[in-house]
């Protein structure tokens, strides 16, 4: 969806560097979450905000950072990343309107720790 | 916290045929389940839900049903096409609406 924009798509980094994810979205969105995606775990929940001062751990948040500097815009960091760390990243957005709603996902970053 | 299985794991029908994926789910208070799509390359993209008033949904080629009591839930597509081709996501989530929790996904082939 060219609406949720991640970069970079794809990084290969070393063991202990620090990473960051950066997501911007167009669609107006106050909701922003991170996931990662691992082979047969599906989807699971990193850092989710619901406002620009809101930031709320989600099931797998050890290890990670986030900064939501704007409504538009929010970041995952890696402060010393790890080989366990390899996985697929998602960014999403959803609008606050009730609490059944549709999540927008980006494209993925694919990141490598080396 | 809920934790949501999603079976099987992959799924290879032929062109034609249906295809069903089933998901279960532990806490009793989840009332919504999405299914999201996810093509290569690609994130996942909504493609149906179901709130727990509701036993049963349709929408063209694909339904889903639930069963609050068992609870679990299924996806069901029928006539598949090659573009039918992806990974699928269930998911379920309670009243705050604001955790998501995915199975594990369902990677399904349609071969012509």
């Known amino acids: 969806d060219a609406d949720v924009t991640q970069t970079p798509r794809n990084r290969i980094t070393k063991t202990g560097k620090r990473i960051m994810l950066e997501c911007s979205q167009t669609?107006?969105?106050?909701?922003m979450y991170w996931y990662r995606q691992d082979p047969g775990l599906g989807l699971r929940l990193i850092y989710y905000s619901f406002d620009v001062k809101d930031i709320n751990k989600g099931e797998i948040s050890d290890g990670y950072s986030v900064s939501r500097q704007a409504q538009a815009k929010f970041s995952l960091s890696l402060e010393s990343a790890i080989p366990n760390q390899t996985a697929l990243y998602f960014c999403?957005?959803?609008?606050?309107?009730?609490?059944?709603?549709?999540?927008?996902f980006g494209p993925g970053t694919r990141l490598t720790v080396l | 916290g809920e934790n949501v299985e999603q079976h099987p794991s992959t799924l290879s029908v032929q062109e034609g045929d249906s295809a069903v994926i089933k998901c279960t789910y532990s806490d009793s208070a989840s009332n919504y389940f999405p299914w999201y799509k996810q093509e290569l390359g690609k994130g996942p993209q909504l493609i149906i839900d179901i709130r727990s008033n509701v036993g049963e949904k349709k929408d063209q080629r694909i339904a889903v049903t639930l069963n609050k009591t068992a609870k679990h839930f299924s996806l069901h597509i029928t006539e598949t096409q090659p573009e039918d081709s992806a990974v699928y996501f269930c998911?379920?989530?309670?009243?705050?609406?604001?955790?998501?929790?995915f199975g594990g996904g369902t990677r399904l082939m349609v071969k012509p």
């Open positions: 669609k107006g969105h106050d909701r």
């Open positions: 999403a957005t959803s609008p606050s309107s009730g609490p059944y709603n549709e999540q927008f």
């Open positions: 998911a379920a989530t309670n009243n705050a609406g604001n955790m998501l929790t």
